[in-house]
């Protein structure tokens, strides 16, 4: 049974930042590429990153790029978002999630991920 439990998701304020954790239990967290989507109330769920399983290989979307950066520590089984200058479309809630076996560049496409976990809201205030 793989768990993935998200953490630091809060209230801010616009240009503030925030670091998302997400850990990983239940499954060789090396053989897993790792993605963060979001969603925000009325909207579809969208990519926001993703990171290969142990070349550090990221895929970001242009909504982001500059801002968020995705990372991993294997030691832990662990993945991060960093969220810079946060603005208020970036408001929703954020989900990490699991691409069992996927080698090379992560990909962006939701129906790839296997495993959710059960979100963490950020809600940016202007």
């Known amino acids: 049974q793989v768990q993935l439990v998200e953490s630091g998701g809060g209230l801010v304020q616009a240009g503030d930042s925030l670091r998302l954790s997400c850990a990983v239990s239940?499954?060789?967290?090396?053989?897993?590429?790792m993605g963060w989507f979001r969603q925000a109330p009325g909207k579809e769920r969208e990519f926001v990153a993703a990171i290969s399983r142990t070349l550090g290989i990221t895929s970001v979307a242009d909504s982001v790029k500059g801002r968020f950066t995705v990372s991993r520590d294997n030691a832990k089984n662990m993945v991060y978002l960093q969220m810079n200058s946060l603005r208020p479309e970036d408001t929703a809630v954020y989900y990490c999630?699991?691409?069992?076996?996927?080698?090379?560049?992560?990909?962006?496409?939701?129906?790839?991920?296997?495993?959710w976990g059960q979100g963490t809201q950020v809600t940016v205030s202007s």
């Open positions: 239940g499954r060789t967290f090396t053989t897993c590429a």
């Open positions: 999630a699991v691409d069992p076996g996927r080698v090379g560049v992560p990909t962006v496409r939701s129906s790839d991920y296997d495993y």
